[in-house]
């Protein structure tokens, strides 16, 4: 079983910055797919970006250009980059890590980002 912490949420002014980390311990051998994805108040979770472990990454078409997923193999961390902060960018956003299969993945358990001047 893999266990997933994000970190480095908070508040931050629109047009700001922010990077989010995953670290990932346990059976960390064989993930394949790393992902975050978010959640907005009285929405559905979507996507927002993949990578995997060759390094192949997907984004969301609302992030594209401003957020950037990358991870270190070696250290089991996967990081989010996001720049240019919108308000629309509010929401808890939560690390996903394991197999092809979303199924067959880990949750952590979510940190919150907040744009807001």
């Known amino acids: 079983q893999v266990q997933l912490v994000e970190s480095g949420g908070g508040l931050v002014q629109p047009g700001g910055s922010l990077r989010l980390s995953c670290a990932a311990s346990?059976?960390?051998?064989?993930?394949?797919?790393m992902a975050w994805y978010r959640q907005a108040p009285e929405k559905e979770r979507e996507l927002v970006a993949t990578i995997t472990s060759g390094g192949n990454t997907n984004y969301a078409d609302s992030v594209k250009g401003r957020f950037t997923i990358s991870r270190d193999n070696v250290k089991n961390i996967m990081y989010l980059q996001m720049s240019s902060l919108k308000p629309e960018d509010t929401a808890v956003y939560y690390c996903?890590?394991?197999?092809?299969?979303?199924?067959?993945?880990?949750w952590g358990q979510g940190t919150q980002v907040t744009v807001s001047s």
């Open positions: 996903n890590a394991g197999g092809y299969a979303p199924s067959s993945r880990a």
């Open positions: 346990g059976r960390t051998i064989g993930i394949a797919v």
